[in-house]
T-cell receptor, first 113, second 112 residues
Framework: DQQVKQNSPSLSVQEGRISILNCDYT??????FLWYKKYPAEGPTFLIS?????DKNEDGRFTVFLNKSAKHLSLHIVPSQPGDSAVYFC????????????FGTGTLLAVQP | DSGVTQTPKHLITATGQRVTLRCSPR?????VYWYQQSLDQGLQFLIQ???????AKGNILERFSAQQFPDLHSELNLSSLELGDSALYFC???????????FGQGTRLTVV
């Protein structure tokens, strides 16, 4: 049972444009969500997170939007840069430091120069 | 550098063998997570430890086991290895009250 779904396995965007990565989840008990970026043969790197009590969080070029009623979140990258090309994972978690983090299947973002 | 150290980086072993993967969390982090990534798929949660105790379990096979020691480092033991166990194994640690976990560089296990 895939609780966190990223339905687009890949996305191609021109440099300087906006990248929008989408994520859907099924469990309304998740307390927070995170986005990770991963290059091949490296560990995932934390990008940005959002609590379930918020609907937007922004950090530089990265903004995450959360729509709890739709159980949907998205990551916006503006402007996109070639160095952003990587796999992006949507991750959901429960409150506290003692529970598991559930990863989505990932979206491969390719930013074309 | 995430501060999470995994050893070894690469491991090649034969079917039926047993291996131990080691993880040193970031200083002060009490939670350690183990994940498996096969063939560029998503990360599958295996198990979580918090301050030496098992706290959550995912799709971990009975042939696999883990533990977290008093110094907070963790080991993942994989036994009776099969070809299908070939994968990247990641360890992550998380601090108290933090939402984000920090990942190590992973151990690439190849079973031949």
């Amino acid at each position: 049972d895939q609780q966190v779904k990223q339905n687009s396995p890949s996305l191609s965007v021109q440099e300087g444009r906006i990248s929008i990565l989408n994520c859907d989840y099924t469990n309304s008990m998740f307390d927070y969500f995170l986005w990770y970026k991963k290059y091949p043969a490296e560990g995932p790197t934390f990008l940005i997170s959002i609590s379930s009590i918020k609907d937007k969080n922004e950090d530089g070029r990265f903004t995450v939007f959360l729509n709890k009623s739709a159980k949907h979140l998205s990551l916006h990258i503006v402007p996109s840069q070639p160095g952003d090309s990587a796999v992006y994972f949507c991750v959901a978690g429960y409150g506290g430091a003692t529970n598991k983090l559930i990863f989505g299947t990932g979206t491969l973002l390719a930013v074309q120069p | 550098d995430s501060g999470v150290t995994q050893t070894p980086k690469h491991l090649i072993t034969a079917t039926g063998q047993r291996v131990t993967l080691r993880c040193s969390p970031r200083s002060g982090d009490l939670s350690v997570y183990w994940y498996q990534q096969s063939l560029d798929q998503g990360l599958q949660f295996l198990i979580q430890y918090y301050n030496g105790e098992e706290r959550a379990k995912g799709n971990i096979l009975e042939r696999f086991s883990a533990q977290q020691f008093p110094d907070l480092h963790s080991e993942l033991n994989l036994s009776s290895l099969e070809l299908g166990d070939s994968a990247l194994y990641f360890c992550a640690s998380r601090g108290q009250g933090r939402s984000e976990a920090f990942f190590g560089q992973g151990t690439r296990l190849t079973v031949v």
